[in-house]
């Protein structure tokens, strides 16, 4: 059974940082690209970046570029989004997603609130 798990959302200050965990399980993880998504209240799901599946290849949305940074360990079958310089327009809940054999995973998403 596939399993996506964030974590390491919360409340930060304009300009803060916070670094996002996506733990996996249930698939061989290191064959497949992971992305990261959000969704702002009364806003639909945007994709923020994606990771391919040994960490050589990455993209961002225009609006995180320069500011975010994704990365992967394959040993602990794990994604990470690290965010510098938050702004408001950031606050979102952000989802991890892999699509396998053509059927898209999600996980139950972590909050991320950037507030002062």
């Known amino acids: 059974q596939v399993q996506l798990v964030e974590s390491g959302g919360g409340l930060v200050q304009p300009g803060g940082s916070l670094r996002l965990s996506c733990a996996a399980s249930?698939?061989?993880?290191?064959?497949?690209?992971v992305n990261w998504y959000r969704q702002a209240p009364g806003k639909e799901r945007e994709w923020v970046a994606t990771?391919?599946?040994?960490?050589?290849?990455?993209s961002y949305a225009d609006s995180v570029k320069g500011r975010f940074t994704i990365s992967r360990d394959n040993a602990k079958s794990t994604v990470y989004l690290q965010m510098n310089r938050l702004k408001p327009e950031d606050t979102a809940v952000y989802y991890c997603?892999?699509?396998?054999?053509?059927?898209?995973?999600w996980g139950q998403g972590t909050q991320v609130t950037v507030s002062s």
């Open positions: 249930g698939f061989a993880f290191s064959s497949y690209a």
């Open positions: 990771i391919t599946s040994t960490g050589g290849g990455k």
């Open positions: 997603n892999a699509v396998i054999m053509f059927r898209g995973n």
